[in-house]
């Protein structure tokens, strides 16, 4: 189950349930070209926070893709945290960034992630 809307944050554990579940949802990636191409979570698709403001207009916001939930991630969930404000503050509601990023993601659900 996803957080309330109130809520801008969801746990690994979170995550990997609602995976596992089959529950549709996109994962986004906001670290950069070169952190991706290290590790990344299987069926994310990378929109790197220094081209945010450019590419997830486009990608993210409307009235199609913004019927899927959206979980953002990146390396501690600093940046993620940033590129869900983004998104909410124009209108998207089922957006969230993962608490811990792919750190904790690496700790707490797959530890083949290789951690950095």
């Not at 207009?57 to 009235?63: C, H, N, Q, S, T």
Request: charged residues 30%; contains cysteine.
């Amino acid at each position: 189950m996803f957080p309330p809307v109130d809520e801008f944050e969801i746990d690994v554990v979170g995550l990997s349930a609602l995976r596992e579940s089959d529950e549709l949802l996109r994962l986004i990636d906001c670290r950069e070209d070169d952190e991706f191409a290290f590790n990344r979570i299987d069926g994310a698709e990378l929109i790197p926070l220094s081209q945010f403001a450019e590419l997830a207009p486009a990608k993210l916001i409307g009235e199609v893709v913004e019927q899927t939930p959206v979980v953002i991630y990146c390396h501690h969930g600093m940046r993620s945290l940033q590129a869900t404000h983004f998104l909410r503050q124009r209108g998207v509601e089922k957006v969230w960034s993962m608490a811990g990023g792919i750190d904790a993601w690496s700790q707490e659900i797959d530890a083949e992630v290789p951690r950095y």
